[in-house]
Nanobody, 122 residues
Framework: QEQLVESGGGLVQAGGSLRLSCAAS??????MGWFRQAPGKEREFVAG????????YYADSVKGRFTISRDNAKNTVYLHMSSLKPEDTAVYYC?????????????????WGQGTQVTVSS
């Protein structure tokens, strides 16, 4: 049974950095993505990466500050977050899909982790 397990969340000051990890058990997925959901808001796309890692896509709100990467030997995807802002505070979710196109809609991702909290203090 496929499982996605996130780790690395926590409390950080504005301007700081944090790295999230998502370990996938069972197999290597084609596309991996990160989404986030802030209190009172809908879940939104953050970043996605292709199987080879050669293609990535970012939400405008995080472009230039966040970097997504993956290590297929470890079945793990990472989200390195820098220059963090209070508005980045959210529960961050790892997601995966088998169709080999990066999608920004959460409906395209059948596999999800349980989420990890990221809190950025001002």
């Amino acid at each position: 049974q496929e499982q996605l397990v996130e780790s690395g969340g926590g409390l950080v000051q504005a301007g700081g950095s944090l790295r999230l990890s998502c370990a996938a058990s069972g197999r290597t997925f084609s596309v991996m993505g990160w989404f986030r959901q802030a209190p009172g808001k809908e879940r939104e796309f953050v970043a996605g990466i292709s199987r080879s890692g050669s293609s990535t896509y970012y939400a405008d709100s995080v472009k230039g500050r966040f970097t997504i990467s993956r290590d297929n030997a470890k079945n793990t995807v990472y989200l390195h977050m820098s220059s963090l802002k209070p508005e980045d505070t959210a529960v961050y979710y790892c997601a995966a899909k088998d169709v080999p196109t990066i999608a920004t809609s959460e409906r395209r991702y059948p596999y999800w982790g349980q989420g990890t909290q990221v809190t950025v203090s001002s």
